[in-house]
């Protein structure tokens, strides 16, 4: 069963670090981009970052830019996203998500909760 | 990039029709037919339902369409059921490694 599972959401103060983790299992990780989806309370899906599947290229919604770093390893099936500088906007329901070859996102996690104080 | 329009809330009774409309613009839905769309319960993952406008995954009911003309692109769902009502977004490539993809509003689709 291919399946993604979040984990590593919590609360932190405005300013602090996060480190977000995403297993995967039931199908070859390697062959696959993946992606950082959030949805902020009472607000839509919104893209936050992904990676491709080899020699890592990455790219980044100018609204994470320079703060959250996404990295995978192939070998453990891991996907994950490192939140530095967060921001109270930055609180949202952050899901993983594979990305088929027809820029769709055909697997998702249950999603992980980060909130940030101010 | 802005996100993309969807109407807040759509209704249909049972055994009905309903679509959901998404417009962009022509650096995204008018541009790409890498238009997709999920659906989502209460705090369950988003569902793919469909891709590059109008491919169903495998699984997903053939009630499920999807179309596009111009900057806009549609969700209909035929023969309504209680089980469809959830959120939906629509999802459009953009080629901008800035926001590669956008996202619309989301629309609640109650049956009544």
């Known amino acids: 069963q291919e399946q993604l599972v979040e984990s590593g959401g919590g609360l932190v103060e405005a300013g602090g670090s996060l480190r977000l983790s995403c297993a995967a299992s039931g199908f070859t990780f390697s062959d696959y981009y993946m992606s950082w989806i959030r949805q902020a309370p009472g607000k839509g899906l919104e893209w936050v970052s992904d990676?491709?599947?080899?020699?890592?290229?990455?790219r980044y919604a100018d609204s994470v830019k320079g703060r959250f770093t996404i990295s995978r390893d192939n070998a453990k099936n891991s996907l994950s996203l490192q939140m530095n500088s967060l921001r109270a906007e930055d609180t949202a329901v952050y899901f993983c998500?594979?990305?088929?070859?027809?820029?769709?996102?055909?697997?998702w996690g249950q999603g992980t909760m980060v909130t940030v104080s101010s | 990039q802005s996100a993309l329009t969807q109407p807040a809330s759509v209704s249909g009774s049972p055994g009905q029709s309903i679509t959901i409309s998404c417009t962009g613009t022509?650096?995204?839905?008018?541009?790409?037919?890498?238009v997709s769309w999920y659906q989502r319960h209460p705090g369950k993952a988003p569902k793919l339902m469909i891709y590059e406008v109008s491919n169903r995954p495998s699984g997903v009911s053939n009630r499920f369409s999807g179309s596009k003309s111009g900057n806009t692109a549609s969700l209909t769902i035929s023969g309504l059921q209680a089980e469809d009502e959830a959120d939906y977004y629509c999802s459009s490539y953009t080629g901008s490694s800035n926001l590669l993809y956008v996202f619309g509003s989301g629309t609640k689709v109650t049956v009544l």
């Open positions: 022509s650096s995204d839905v008018g541009r790409y037919n890498s």
């Open positions: 990676i491709s599947s080899g020699s890592p290229h990455t």
């Open positions: 998500a594979r990305v088929t070859g027809q820029n769709a996102f055909d697997i």
